[in-house]
């Protein structure tokens, strides 16, 4: 019973959830703004090759 009570009364487990938690959301937002700028950087690349061809015509 002892073990138990102590088990329960440990918060560094909390504190290592807490952790994994905000480790997970900021891979999340990581994942999410590199999807989203990757996709703006491709269309800027698309646009400039478009621009050097017109210009070499």
């Known amino acids: 019973m002892q073990r138990l009570l102590s088990f329960f009364q440990n918060t560094s487990a909390v504190t290592a959830i807490e952790?994994?938690?905000?480790?997970?959301?900021i891979a999340g937002v990581v994942?999410?703004?590199?999807?989203?700028?990757?996709?703006?950087?491709g269309q800027l690349y698309t646009y400039a090759r478009?621009?050097?061809v017109l210009a070499l015509q």
């Open 50 to 52: 478009d621009l050097i």
């Open 31 to 41: 994942i999410v703004g590199a999807t989203a700028f990757g996709d703006a950087l």
């Open 19 to 25: 952790y994994a938690l905000l480790a997970s959301l």
